[in-house]
């Protein structure tokens, strides 16, 4: 699977089962958090493959630079599910206080729920366009300009 394909798969997965407040939704997260985890590893291991490649080889770093640049947003996502998860938490547990003070309270958690979740979101949209960005290709370094003679390399030159 290419990694436009993998990450395309992660978020649709993501996208398709959302986040709610309950148990079933600080599952949701952790799954999510797994999810990106392992691509995010994968990303780094194809990179740390093409790099050793680009070593041996003088091929073009551009897949390196490409999956690394993509791994950062996918890392920036699980940090936000994993931020999402202390409203989450608190969200999920039972309250019978029904006081305007209290359901006040749970509007903060409730904002800062959706605030981490958007943020996450947000974050993998970054990555699925870093991804399909093209990196542009490195040029060859210019050769490095011939010593100048010095002027006893000079004088020898001229003797001969």
């Given amino acids: 699977m290419t990694p436009d394909a993998a990450l395309d ?23 999510h958090i797994d999810l990106l985890s392992h691509l995010a590893l994968r990303f780094a291991g194809d990179a740390h493959y093409h790099l050793d490649s680009a070593h041996e080889t003088g091929c073009a770093w551009h897949p390196v630079e490409e999956l690394t640049n993509a791994a950062v947003p996918l890392s920036r996502a699980q ?60 040029l060859p370094s210019p050769a490095a300009p011939p010593p100048v003679p010095t002027s006893e390399e000079t004088a020898s030159r001229r003797a001969h």
């Fill in 79 to 138: 940090y936000h599910y994993a931020q999402a998860m202390v409203p989450l938490a608190t969200l999920s547990k039972p309250n019978p206080d029904t006081s305007t003070a209290a359901r006040l309270h749970d509007i903060e958690h409730h904002c800062a729920l959706r605030m981490h979740l958007h943020a996450a979101a947000h974050s993998l949209d970054e990555a699925r366009s870093t991804l399909r960005t093209p990196t542009p290709t490195r």
């Fill in 9 to 31: 798969a992660v978020i649709a997965d993501v996208r398709s089962h959302p986040v709610d407040v309950g148990p079933g939704g600080f599952f949701t997260a952790l799954r």
